[in-house]
């Protein structure tokens, strides 16, 4: 064992004589909503959430995230920025949940925590446009008013929630 750690230690050393670069610490900056919005929409963020799971969302600019969200083929997803961060909202009204974070850059390397708890939930990167064709599969969903700027449901809909 003590030699391994010898070599180790002489290896390194060696690196560093040699004039290899340590790694360099960049510094995490927050984004704002409105930051988030520029750097997600029309395109796709895919990653790892902490627990090991592999997510890939192609943000359309009309609201809906189109492709996988790490458990199930996204059939529903919609998302939408606030001042603070991002939220993803899955699901009919009646049963929707909703996920919200904040957003961290440091270089091309994103972080999502939790809104709520700041814990760590993804790290993501983004892939310009949509280059691994999401899609709704022909059973195209919409974004209602609660999250977007879709139209509101007629007068009659409205009523009849009274």
């Known amino acids: 064992m003590r030699l391994v750690l010898r070599l180790a230690a002489a290896f390194f050393g060696c690196l560093l004589a040699a004039g290899a670069a340590a790694p360099v610490a960049v510094a995490a ?14 395109n796709t963020v895919s990653g790892r959430y902490t627990n090991g799971g592999f997510f890939t969302e192609y943000h359309a600019p009309d609201g ?32 929707r949940t909703v996920h919200c974070f904040t957003v961290e850059t440091s270089g091309e390397l994103y972080v999502l925590r939790n809104l709520g708890n700041g814990l760590v939930n993804a790290l993501a990167r983004i892939e310009r446009g949509n280059p691994r064709n999401h899609t709704d599969n022909g059973t195209p969903w919409y974004c209602d008013g609660l999250i977007s700027r879709a139209p509101a449901p007629p007068m009659s809909r409205r009523l009849a929630r009274w």
């Open 29 to 42: 900056e927050r984004l704002t909503g409105e930051q988030i919005q520029r750097a997600f929409e029309g």
């Open 64 to 95: 809906r995230a189109l492709g996988h969200n790490g458990w199930q083929p996204n059939t529903d997803a919609c998302w939408i920025t606030k001042p603070e961060g991002i939220c993803y909202y899955y699901g009919p009204p009646e049963n």
